[in-house]
């Protein structure tokens, strides 16, 4: 699931969802919105901010 994914990744990182969002350029409630998986269908775009943020492929970002 995208949620688990991303928050895996980025705890496993070291970061916090306020650094993350921050490398992502992404607004911390889009980041909480996806985490928490009340958004499970985030744009392009976003998804690959946070892979790119993350150091990830998009494949890997999403599962």
């Known amino acids: 699931m995208l ?27 889009t980041l909480v919105k996806i985490e928490s998986g009340v958004n499970d269908n985030p744009t392009m775009k976003t998804l690959k901010k946070i892979a790119g943020a993350l150091e990830v492929t998009l494949d890997e970002l999403v599962g």
């Open 3 to 29: 949620s688990d994914n991303i928050k895996k990744i980025r705890k496993k990182k070291g970061l916090s969802q306020d650094k993350l969002a921050k490398l992502a350029d992404v607004t911390h409630t």
